[in-house]
């Protein structure tokens, strides 16, 4: 597609609940991003994927929170036994490189409210 | 990884010229600085990067002193459109990806 395509754009859940949250990169980005977004707060860094693997995965909050990247292409951010503290925006970036100095496109993101 | 410090908020009227400044004293030399834009609901837009000098695109100016310990952008003539929140950001280096990013400038332009 023309740009990183997120979905859903909004999920709202029970607590303890899974959740999965979808990510369709930008067609031959190798580098993908997860990042969460509390309301009026700065990004915070989930992890990254170069092609299929996680070299990073420093910035998940717990163990209820895992992610996945398969062909290289779509990735998956499964939280589970959901929390209310896990309600926030989660935005998912590409990039040609993952250097961290080049260009990184974002998708809209993913509104997660667990009630 | 590499810090940086930006004011919390700036106010600037319509027409004016704004320079949002960024502190990022230890810098490492592979790194480059990005500047990112966010408006509400939306996720973050590339603006302009680069390394030293000055870098200037369609939307905006970027100054870099020699030193590297900081840098500045600038937007000529903001308008209502460019109310929005700006990181400033740092490569992490050869070998390291992670794209950290602070609490931005929020900036406000007033009619």
């Known amino acids: 597609g023309a740009g990183v395509s997120q979905s859903p754009s909004n999920k709202v859940t029970e607590k303890g609940k899974d959740v999965e949250l979808r990510c369709d990169p930008i067609s031959g980005h190798t580098a993908l991003y997860w990042y969460r977004q509390s309301l009026g707060q700065g990004l915070e860094f989930l992890i990254y994927f170069q092609g299929n693997s996680a070299p990073d995965k420093s910035g998940l909050p717990s163990d209820r929170f895992s992610a996945e990247r398969t062909g290289g292409s779509v990735s998956t951010l499964t939280i589970q036994r959901t929390q209310q503290e896990d309600s926030a925006v989660y935005l998912c970036a590409s990039s040609l490189r993952g250097l961290g100095n080049t260009e990184a496109f974002f998708g809209q993101g993913t509104r997660l409210t667990v009630v | 990884l590499a810090k940086t410090t930006q004011p919390i908020s700036m106010d600037s009227y319509e027409g004016q010229e704004v320079n949002i400044t960024c502190s990022h004293n230890n810098i490492a030399t592979n790194d480059y600085i990005t500047w990112y834009q966010q408006f509400p609901s939306q996720g973050p837009r590339f603006i302009i990067q680069?390394?030293?000098t000055k870098v200037t695109n369609e939307v905006a100016s970027l100054f870099i002193p020699a030193d590297r310990k900081s840098s500045t952008l600038s937007l000529p003539r903001v308008s209502l459109s460019d109310t929005a929140v700006y990181y400033c950001?740092?490569?992490?280096?050869?070998?390291?990806?992670?794209?950290?990013f602070g609490k931005g400038t929020k900036l406000s332009v007033i009619p």
């Open positions: 950001l740092m490569g992490s280096g050869a070998g390291s990806y992670q794209l950290t």
């Open positions: 680069g390394y030293k």
